[in-house]
């Protein structure tokens, strides 16, 4: 099981988490290597769960 609140990501990001998890069951990887790699995966995508809009600084050369 992923450390952390699991309340703070969005629906996409569980969505995400389950189609990469299914994947890597169908290469033969267990379950809960699956799952860490899947949470893994997503908040190094995303940067983690959710994040307000307000007061966040935007890096120059993103959007």
């Known amino acids: 099981m ?3 609140d699991e309340g703070a990501c969005t629906d996409k ?3 995400k988490a389950e189609q990469f ?3 890597c069951r169908c290469k033969g990887v267990s379950k809960v ?3 860490w790699r899947a949470w893994a995966t997503v ?3 995303d940067g983690g769960g ?3 809009g307000s ?3 935007h ?3 993103t959007s």
Do not use: H
């Open 2 to 4: 992923p450390r952390g």
């Open 13 to 15: 990001q569980e969505r």
């Open 21 to 23: 998890e299914e994947r």
């Open 33 to 35: 290597e699956a799952e």
């Open 43 to 45: 908040n190094k995508e």
């Open 50 to 52: 959710r994040k307000s």
């Open 55 to 57: 007061g966040r600084a």
């Open 59 to 61: 890096l120059p050369g």
